[in-house]
């Protein structure tokens, strides 16, 4: 989380809601086995890392 820590003041507030949501529903897909690592070959660590670094360089002023 110290990455969105960095990022946090300069992301607006729509991208904000879409890390928000996005991890949440991550979370959720691993807490009920259905981000199982053979499947999608990833895990929740990654994709959460994965979202934020996509919305830091879209949400860019």
Known sequence: MELLA?????IRKPYRALLLTG??????W???GHLGADEWRTSADELVGTLIRMVTA????
């Open 6 to 10: 960095k990022w946090r003041p300069r």
């Open 23 to 28: 991890a949440h529903g991550i979370a959720g």
């Open 30 to 32: 691993e807490h009920s």
């Open 58 to 61: 879209e949400s860019r002023p």
